[in-house]
């Protein structure tokens, strides 16, 4: 697994629609779950978890070189990605 935070909900969802773009999938199918409904960090960043073989993909490693060496998006630890995923939301 590979995890990661974003800089906003706009790199997330445009980077969610590319991807079900070039992978033909239609709402109410999608390669990620949409932001609204995704994991965030205490600051309000979502995190995400992927499957390596997800990261691989062309159109995926693609976008995810973008969105790494831009900044718009940081790869994280498994633990950093836990310790958001298992706080109680109450």
């Known amino acids: 697994m590979r995890y990661f935070r974003t ?3 706009d790199v997330y969802e445009q980077s969610r629609a590319t991807l079900d773009t070039a ?4 709402w ?3 390669c990620i779950e949409p932001a609204a ?8 960043m979502i ?15 693609q976008m995810l070189a973008y969105v ?7 790869e994280i630890t498994e633990t950093e990605y836990r ?6 939301p109450d």
């Not at 992978?23 to 239609?26: A, Q, S, Y």
């Open 7 to 9: 800089a906003s909900d």
């Open 23 to 26: 992978w033909g999938h239609v």
């Open 28 to 30: 109410p199918i999608t």
């Open 37 to 44: 409904s995704a994991p965030r960090d205490a600051g309000g």
């Open 47 to 61: 995190v995400l978890a992927v499957n390596d073989e997800f990261c691989e993909y062309p159109a995926a490693a």
């Open 68 to 74: 790494l060496a831009g900044g718009a998006a940081v």
């Open 83 to 88: 310790v958001v995923v298992q706080q109680d």
